[in-house]
């Protein structure tokens, strides 16, 4: 697979500095998901094949610059093909963002709902070797059901989960990005898990309705015997030979939560051999859809530390869906209050269980990593 992104100057377009730029005006081609650099006049065209554009900034002065000074470019019978002009021949054009280092390759699929990249095409895309490198896929769809778009994604090893709490922070930004919009925007958007509302704050950040947890067993899933209420809520789950206390909710997907093995006093995240442990939660027979694990830490009751071990994506840097699921499982164990602090290893995220809706609200950033092309 070759990727345009990541191997030639002339096609590759990072932001200069994505911690000094204002988060709304990220840096990226301008005509980058315009149809209309396919038909730029000749003269046009050249210049921009013989300047590498490493920014759109230095392209747009470094041509104007050349104009006004009257350069001729000599003709050529077939141009180079440029980043911008291999837009219509076959490649896939993306924008790679990261939500506290939860990293997804976005996809403009607005004109279909059918997604442009198998589920094996993805996962050779996420490949931190031979692809591009993310932990999932993201096609922004046209919406269903009133809702303004639809949010899929696939993980890393290809398969659909419902939804993606970080993924859908860059959802919005990339949507913001495709549409022109600057500044406080919400949208509505239909996801596996149902409606979602993420809305862009004028600081950049996204603070997203995630919608209710879902605590009844049957729908979690789990197979673990639940509560008088439907609720697993700080059972005991054998794995490995290590008896841990769980608490499962679902926030349209599945999530594993503890804050230990039984008897455990305070679980010390940053020891924990995710790799050796994580796979054994996500595969255990107990859970029919597999399932993402949390190992969270109780700083106090607002402030949370957690790791997360991913289903179809391993451990990750940071996990939405996970902090909201953690968030929701400490307020059941009566470990913190509803709205709190929860640090990931990519950075912390704000979480609130409202009790006035009984939603579940998610703050964090999401940022442009770099734009680029790959043939598929
Ligand atoms: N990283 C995501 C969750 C992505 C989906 C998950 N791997 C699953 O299969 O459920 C998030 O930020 O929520």
Known sequence: MAIAAATS???????????????????????????????SPPQSRLLRARIPLRTPRLSISAAAAAASMSVRTPERSSPPSSFLD????GFLHFVKYHG??????????????????TPEQAAKLCDRNFGIGADGVIFA???????????????????????CG?????????????????GKQRFTVHTGAGLIVPEIQDDGKVTVDMGEPILKASDVPTKLLPNKDHSVVKSELKVDGVTWNVTCVSMGNPHCVTFGAKGEQNLQVDELNLAEIGP?????????????TEFVQVFSPSHLKMRVWERGAGATLACGTGACAVVVAAVLEGR???????????GPLEIEWREKDNHVYMTGPAEVVFYGSVPI
Do not use: K, Q
């Open 100 to 117: 506290l280092g939860n990293d997804f390759i976005l996809v403009d699929n607005r004109d279909s709902s059918e997604p442009r990249v």
């Open 9 to 39: 100057a002339s096609t590759t377009t990072l932001p200069s500095s994505s911690a000094s730029r204002a988060p709304s005006a990220p840096v990226r081609p301008s005509s980058f998901f315009s149809p209309s650099s396919a038909s």
């Open 141 to 163: 769809m046209p919406g269903i059901n009133g809702t303004d778009y639809t949010m899929r994604i696939f993980n890393s090893d290809g398969s659909e989960p419902e939804m």
């Open 86 to 89: 291999r837009r219509e021949s």
């Open 166 to 182: 970080n993924g859908v922070r860059c959802f919005a930004r990339f949507i913001a990005e495709l549409e022109n919009l600057s």
């Open 280 to 292: 054994n939660f996500e595969h255990h027979e107990m859970f029919p859809a597999r399932t993402n």
């Open 336 to 346: 913190a209050g509803r709205s709190c602090t929860v640090d990931l290893p990519g």
